[in-house]
């Protein structure tokens, strides 16, 4: 692929370069203009207008350049706009843009879904139904876990995040901003708490988490609430994504499994931010050595090309012709863009994320000793959550002072995002390398340490 002088200046960068005061003045033009027009739902934490990105760099509208640690959201697995994935997109494009694989075959669909089932989790057959987006895969696998099992009962967790259309809100309990106003919701969802080691939940002591976590769905749901025989599936972020980038304990989501066996009961992993090699596996369930009947992936899977799948064993997704379909999911292009994508993670950036990974909790290792609104720092490969409190004792959660250090972060050129109600998540691309990973690491702890000074 031919690189234009402007795209190869900004691929030559490796670290943030900023030119005007931020915002510059193309982007409060631009953030002026949005706001006039643009859904008020969305959330935007700092005035970035972007316009280009190569790698794990972005260029705003006004040509300044930032290290991009948060990959939008968890997304750009091999960075912007890789020449490999650029170059597959543009084939595909000049190719065949559309079809429609509901109704008729593409090459690249059956490539793909082949590829899927070879890597989900567990040896046994698989099959895969292709969306657009992270909500659709977990819709989806609602829709799947009703018609396979014939029984209508949902359970999820107490902070997970699984999308905001009407039947994956139901099960989402992230936040309540994002469930007000738009209920009634789907009847039959049941949420218990999530085995948080850090800091518990009611019921659910920190050092007992999955036990605890394990009993309440045991003793009180399937006892007081939901008959076992009536709960279709159990849907479960193996790490919190929204949620705060909480990771289940390895007992926990074992013995989540055992539940399920014994029940006749679904296990959905909801891996839309955990998966596609973001934790140094192909999924964070790789870790546990667990085997779901269902797994939901999207995200990462086509470095940024709207793309999901749910991934079932072969003898679950037993439903009919017409019982479920989307006129784009498996779109040629996107598909196109995921299998050059796969490509690049089994090459080289899978591994990459689980060394990056490591290098990042070893440069932040003393982090809580050091700082004390640091309260814990935890997660797998290049999925990390820094959770930000007023008192390490008390665990009393400090969302203003984690909102100040994401802003203070982008005015020193570094990209993150927050997760939860305190803490920050580091999702950078899966290709950056050392040095911009210890650019983030050096900046993060000179905005914690600016914060602090601020108490
Ligand atoms: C675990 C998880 N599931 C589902 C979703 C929904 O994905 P989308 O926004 O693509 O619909 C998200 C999005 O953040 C997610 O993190």
New binding site residues.
Partial sequence: MQLREEDMQIAEKKLPHLVTALPGPKAKQIVKRDHKVVSPSYTRDYPLVAKAGRGAMVEDVDGNTFLDFAAG??VVATGHCHPDVVAAIQKQAAELIHMSCTDFYYTGTVELAEKLASIAPGKGAKRVYFGN??????EAAMKLARYHTKRDIFIAFHG??????MG?LSLTASKAVQRKRFGPLLAGVFHAPYPNTYRGAPGIRPEHAAADALAYIENELFKRLADPEEVAAIFV?PIQ??GGYIAAPTEFLQGLERLCRKHGILLVA?????GMGRTGKWWAVDHTGIEPDIV?T??GIASGMPL?AMIAKADVMDWKPGAHASTFGGNPVSIAAALATIGLLERSAIANAARMGDFIFRQTAGWRERHKIVGDIRGKGLMIGIEFVRDQKTKERAPDLRDRIIDSAFRKGLLVLGAGENSIRLAPPLVIDEEQADFAVRTLDACISEAERSL
């Fill in positions: 959201i968890a987006s992270g909500t659709e895969a977990v997970c995040f699984h999308g905001r259309t994956s972020e994504g929204e909801d891996e839309v931010q955990s939901c999207a995200k999901s």
